[in-house]
């Protein structure tokens, strides 16, 4: 299934970028930002709203990861949750 998105969204002068797709949402991510409660941004598929802005869409980012439930992901964030889990396991 082909899913029309845009590929940057700049809010507030932060640029986010397609990085996840799920069944029921997609998200975007300020990768420059490194707080966790300013560099995700999750929508809701169906209705196109967005749905957080914060914490809890980091979280959900994270959690889909996690648990590989995505049907997209970027190559970027690919390579950046790869490289994170490889540096995690040497722990």
Do not use: P, V
Request: with cysteine.
């Amino acid at each position: 299934m082909k899913i029309k998105l845009q590929k940057t969204k700049t809010i507030s002068g932060s640029l986010h970028r397609l990085s996840l797709i799920t069944e029921d949402s997609y998200f975007y991510s300020n990768y420059q930002e490194g707080d966790e409660n300013g560099n995700t941004l999750m929508y809701d598929r169906k209705t196109d709203k967005l749905m957080s802005n914060n914490y809890f869409a980091y979280i959900a980012l994270e959690d889909c990861l996690e648990k590989e439930e995505y049907i997209w992901i970027s190559k970027y964030l690919k390579n950046c949750y790869t490289k994170y889990m490889k540096e995690y396991e040497k722990i």
